[in-house]
């Protein structure tokens, strides 16, 4: 009872410690589930327009397009081709659900028809289409084989999908065609033409050096032309790159390791725990063994002509003696030793014919079904025929061969150089003569061979090549670690730039990387130094150590940009000089208080000059360029009319129209009707996915897992 009393007495107490307790489960569960963001955002890779796009669905796409893109491809080149597809495809569908566009059945068997017209399994006899073929198909493979029926319901998804975008995009398209009266007003762009008399007063006039921009007018100028300053969020580094390069140290050991090799060397055996004398490079004949212990490329068995070679080592090595050897010699980054194994006469081409007769077993059989020793008797005898009359070759391989291409060459492989071929064939037409006809056995199966012709006799050798790769010593990959991370703890203490000028090395800026970008001019693709840039936790002026290829990179965060209108700073070298141009205007407007042209081109040191046939579709001024505003003021004057001052592009201007010339009218516009629709129909599917994407409320969170 005393027990139970004090229990009562110490219950809140006791409760305030379950409850602590409990948080404490609830808490660890938060953060081994990834802290407090929800399932939903772990789950989702972007939100467009309220439709969330699944990130295990997008990780599955991600690796099936690393696969088709080949091993050259990046990861991140998949992620963003997937992505593209991917927002496509969802604001393309929100388009085609608020325009209930739908495909009929008809429609989507058209579709289909098209797409599997060339697959034997769905055309009947006569080549045709068969939508009986095809039902007949999906119900086999639906309950034999439920992955395939899968695969083919995609299909028909994508088929369906691209049906539908092609009504869309045709639909867009109807409603761009221009109507007649559109392709009149082209036509008069074009063949209206108006004279002027116009003086400039270039703003080169103005030196540069005299404009003052400061950071609050570029701002202004950003601000009155927004659209065409909007950019993505961004970073900008620098960094200094400490390579793990040899040293000339390092490179004379290596010399010095290949010359040993042409002497005898003492080499301890293990397994009979005693030194085995191994013998120099000349005496050697087991070139394979020799190689694969003591060179960095294995012995290749092959034939060389001279312009297979190195051209600053070929001559040398085909005026030597079979046992000879060259070297040590240098190229690139390697020590190299060669020694003259064999040397003979040899075509650089072979023309053959070949009946191939399989037998089964053999991989490549097929559904051959005759033994091996019926399949030698077949050849034998094949070649018996052949040796008693040639002109029967072309017929028997086309009735015999089981090789597939023997329908579109008849058995004529065509002139094959030396290893083309696998071995015991490549021996046999290399080493026998024109006219020679036999049977050789390869992994193929048997072979009935016949020389057509041989090209180009000449002189060839085998070399076996001994290679040392030039690289780093452990002391130089040590020393170059030490000098990283001194430097990396010295630029994190002081100025980066000082840092780098004590320790003599180049600092290289790369500015506007973007957030799902990869490749850094000078290191390449790294997105673990993006990530680390755009990371919350690292602050502008932060300095961290990266492994790259063959060293290390120091890298300084140096300023970090938000989504939106671009800062004065990253926008001022675009900016400031149009800024300069508008200021000049103004100062120039400013000065000239005369009325007429002559006497404004008399106070400013300048001319009247004169201009005909000018045009709006192309509104070039001769010795003045590209003027559209001037020469649409122009158009929009009487004939003796004198404008005001007009700020141009490369100057100001004041013109008096002379004369102008209506164009004629012509019987149809049709021609210029057909240039306004391709002009207007042009990429109409990249700009129409740019407009809805432009349009579109897009949360991108790929930057978050990849």
Do not use: C
Request: hydrophobic share 35%; glycine share 4%.
């Amino acid at each position: 009872m005393a027990v139970l009393n004090k229990i009562r007495q110490q219950s809140v107490f006791l409760i305030v410690i379950i409850a602590l307790a409990l948080f404490s489960f609830v808490f660890m569960d938060v953060i081994d589930s990834g802290g407090f963001t929800s399932n939903k955002e772990q789950n989702t890779i972007a939100t467009v327009n309220g439709n969330d796009i699944s990130r295990t669905e997008f990780v599955t796409k991600v690796e099936n397009a690393l696969r088709n893109m080949g091993s050259n491809a990046t990861s991140l080149q998949a992620v963003n081709a997937v992505w593209n597809n991917e927002l496509r495809s969802t604001l393309l569908k929100e388009q085609f659900e608020k325009l209930g566009l739908q495909i009929s059945d008809d429609q989507l068997q058209n579709a289909l028809a098209e797409n599997l017209a060339g697959n034997p399994t769905f055309t009947n006899e006569a080549g045709v289409f068969d939508n009986y073929k095809l039902q007949e198909y999906l119900a086999d493979v639906k309950v034999n084989a439920p992955e395939m029926y899968t695969q083919f319901v995609q299909f028909e998804n994508s088929v369906s999908q691209n049906a539908k975008e092609q009504t869309y995009y045709t639909l867009i398209s109807a409603g761009l065609n221009p109507i007649n009266y559109e392709g009149k007003q082209e036509y008069k762009l074009e063949n209206d033409k108006v004279d002027i008399e116009f003086i400039q007063i270039p703003y080169s006039n103005i030196s540069d050096d005299e404009i003052q921009v400061n950071e609050s007018d570029i701002e202004d100028y950003i601000k009155r032309n927004a659209q065409r300053y909007q950019a993505e969020a961004a970073v900008d580094i620098q960094y200094v790159l400490f390579s793990e390069e040899p040293t000339s140290s390092d490179e004379a050991q290596v010399e010095e390791e290949i010359t040993a090799l042409l002497q005898p060397q003492l080499e301890y055996n293990a397994i009979t725990k005693q030194n085995d004398t191994v013998p120099g490079f000349a005496n050697v004949t087991d070139y394979v063994t020799y190689l694969t212990q003591h060179s960095d490329s294995p012995y290749n068995d092959r034939w060389y002509f001279k312009s297979q070679l190195p051209q600053d080592v070929a001559d040398t090595l085909f005026s030597m003696n079979v046992g000879a050897l060259f070297g040590p010699y240098k190229t690139e980054q390697q020590y190299n030793l060669a020694k003259i194994v064999d040397q003979r006469q040899l075509a650089d081409s072979v023309q053959a014919k070949h009946i191939l007769i399989s037998w089964d077993g053999l991989q490549t059989a097929g559904d051959v079904s005759r033994p091996k020793e019926q399949a030698q008797t077949l050849a034998d005898s094949l070649l018996n025929v052949i040796k008693r009359d040639a002109s029967k070759f072309e017929e028997l391989a086309g009735q015999f061969s089981n090789d597939p291409s023997v329908a579109q060459n008849n058995g004529d492989l065509g002139y094959l150089p030396p290893q083309a071929t696998v071995e015991e064939f490549d021996d046999f037409i290399f080493n026998n003569n024109v006219g020679e006809k036999g049977v050789v056995e390869t992994d193929f199966g048997f072979h009935v061979i016949s020389i057509e012709d041989q090209k180009n006799i000449q002189k060839a050798i085998k070399v076996a090549f001994i290679t040392k790769d030039i690289e780093p010593s452990e002391e130089t990959l040590n020393q170059t670690f030490t000098e990283a991370t001194r430097f990396e703890s010295d630029a994190s203490k002081t100025d980066f730039m000082a840092a780098s000028k004590e320790a003599m090395v180049d600092v290289r800026p790369v500015n506007r990387i973007g957030e799902l970008e990869e490749n850094i001019p000078g290191i390449g693709n790294n997105r673990e130094i993006v990530n680390w840039a755009f990371n919350k936790e690292t602050n502008v002026g932060d300095v961290k150590r990266f492994n790259v290829n063959s060293g290390y990179a120091i890298v300084q965060l140096t300023a970090k940009t938000k989504k939106g209108l671009l800062s004065a700073s990253d926008a001022s070298a675009q900016v400031t000089p149009l800024v300069k141009n508008e200021k000049k205007a103004e100062q120039l407007m400013a000065s000239v208080t005369e009325t007429t042209l002559e006497e404004i081109a008399s106070a400013h040191n300048t001319t009247v000059k004169r201009a005909n046939a000018l045009n709006r579709k192309s509104p070039v001024i001769p010795d003045a360029g590209t003027e559209p505003k001037v020469v649409g003021a122009a158009f929009g004057l009487n004939q003796g009319e004198t404008s005001g001052l007009i700020e141009g592009r490369n100057g100001i201007y004041k013109v008096r129209v002379l004369s102008k010339t209506e164009a004629a009218d012509v019987e149809n516009y049709s021609a210029y009707v057909s240039q306004l629709k391709n002009r207007r129909t042009a990429g109409l599917t990249t700009g129409v996915f740019n407009a809805l994407k432009k349009k579109a409320d897009i949360d991108d969170r790929r930057a978050n897992f990849y």
